[in-house]
């Protein structure tokens, strides 16, 4: 069956470009969750959506960071102004509200 | 959130049990325990779950001490495409924090 998908897969930007990450989550789950890997790290979580409500955004790290889900399906992540500290893997999961949740692939970007 | 201490890296043989310690000295009565793991270039995938009983599925083991301050995950028999890095996770249900919080995990290498 078809899991949770993400693109592009990879992301090259200039510093100071803003750039847009699309994650498909699998149909149905009402919870989408955004994390972010750094190089040799474990995922940090972002942000977190129940359907079209983000009910959770404490992780962005800064308000260059903005995240939406607009019809409770797809969901975008939008980095303005690209530094290079925002070079990382941007991880998208899924989940039927508490349960496991369903990670894509992930986009890496890197800003230079 | 309680805190979860891994080892860095592990080594196993092909074919050998594998057992990934995790400590969690601070989990609270409502924690759940959880483990992901992350196979090279992929995002993380769920691998089992349990309160406080050991709880076995198609995957691994889950070994639970009784006054609940460490876990173990058995894998019983190691095959190369379970070299990954492994995450324990404490999920409070009751906090109602519906992310995962990801420590540094355990580099797992399965020797041929």
């Known amino acids: 069956g078809a899991g949770v998908s993400q693109s592009p897969r990879y992301k090259v930007a200039k510093r100071g470009q803003d750039v847009a990450l699309r994650c498909d989550p699998i149909?149905?789950?009402?919870?989408l969750f955004w994390y972010q890997q750094a190089l040799g790290q474990g995922p940090e979580f972002l942000t977190y959506?129940?359907?079209?409500?983000?009910?959770?955004k404490s992780g962005l790290p800064s308000d260059r960071f903005f995240a939406e889900r607009p019809e409770g399906s797809v969901s975008t992540l939008k980095i303005q102004r690209t530094q290079q500290e925002d070079s990382a893997v941007y991880l998208c999961?899924?989940?039927?509200?508490?349960?496991?949740?369903?990670f894509g692939p992930g986009t890496r970007l890197t800003v230079l | 959130d309680a805190k979860t201490t891994q080892p860095n890296s592990m080594e196993s043989n092909e074919e050998e049990p594998v057992h990934l310690p995790c400590n969690h000295s601070?989990?609270?009565?409502?924690?759940?325990i959880h483990w992901y793991r992350q196979l090279p270039s992929q995002g993380p995938e769920y691998v089992i779950h349990?309160?406080?009983s050991n709880v076995n599925n198609r995957m691994a083991s889950l070994a639970i001490a009784e006054d609940r301050k460490s876990s173990t995950l058995i894998l019983h028999r190691a095959t190369l495409r379970d070299a990954a890095v492994y995450y324990c996770?404490?999920?409070?249900?009751?906090?109602?924090?519906?992310?995962?919080?990801f420590g540094s995990g355990t580099r797992l290498q399965v020797q041929p």
């Open positions: 999961a899924s989940s039927r509200d508490w349960g496991e949740q369903f």
């Open positions: 601070t989990i609270s009565g409502t924690d759940y």
């Open positions: 959506f129940q359907n079209e409500a983000q009910l959770d």
């Open positions: 349990g309160l406080t």
């Open positions: 149909s149905g789950h009402v919870s």
């Open positions: 996770i404490l999920r409070d249900f009751d906090a109602g924090r519906r992310a995962l919080t």
